[in-house]
């Protein structure tokens, strides 16, 4: 990405402009796990369970 090279070289970003591509990063995340889970919902469904036992078994 060209624009990563020009953002390192102007002064550092503010916490607004982190947090704002932080969400937005955290989005387009979320909307790609429940794709690939639409798609191969058997895969979902197993990790969904993988991800169930690790938290009954996780210790507090």
Do not use: G, I, Y
Not at 8 to 26: M, N, Q, V
């Amino acid at each position: 990405m060209p624009d990563q090279e020009s953002r390192s070289t102007d002064a550092p970003e503010s916490d607004s402009e982190r947090r704002r591509r932080r969400a937005r990063f955290l989005r387009e995340l979320a909307e790609a796990r429940a794709l690939r889970d639409r798609v191969q919902p058997r895969r979902a469904k197993a990790a969904r369970l993988r991800h169930a036992m690790r938290m009954r078994t996780f210790r507090w």
